[in-house]
C-alpha cells in the first residue's frame, strides 16, 4: 500500500468518524499518543507545512493505519470503556 493509502484509511476511520468516543479511544492508545507526539514535533520543526500525518514514515502509517482498523469499528460502548481505560 501506498502512504497516501494508508493516511486515507486513518482519515476515514479515525478523523471522519463520527462517535467521539472512537476518536478518543484511538488517540488514547499510548503507542499511538507518542507516535503523534512525535508526528507533532516533526510538524512544528518543518514549520506547520501540510498535516502532522505528512511527517510519518511509511512504516509509522501502516502503524496507525493498522490501530485506526482496530478502533475504527470498534462498537461505541467498547470504544468509550477502552478511551476510559476500562475493559
Known amino acids: 500500500m501506498s502512504a497516501e493509502e494508508y493516511r486515507r484509511i486513518i482519515v476515514e476511520l479515525i478523523e ?8 478518543a479511544a484511538f488517540y488514547g492508545d499510548p503507542q499511538v499518543a507518542r507516535l503523534v507526539e512525535e508526528l507533532y514535533k516533526r510538524w512544528e520543526r518543518a514549520g506547520f507545512r501540510g498535516v502532522a500525518l505528512d511527517y510519518a514514515t511509511l512504516d509509522e502509517l501502516k502503524f496507525l493505519a493498522a490501530k485506526a482498523q482496530r478502533y475504527g469499528y470498534m462498537g461505541s460502548g467498547e470504544a468509550m470503556r477502552s478511551a ?3 475493559k
Open 84 to 86: 476510559l481505560g476500562r
Open 16 to 23: 471522519e468518524h463520527r462517535d467521539p468516543w472512537v476518536k
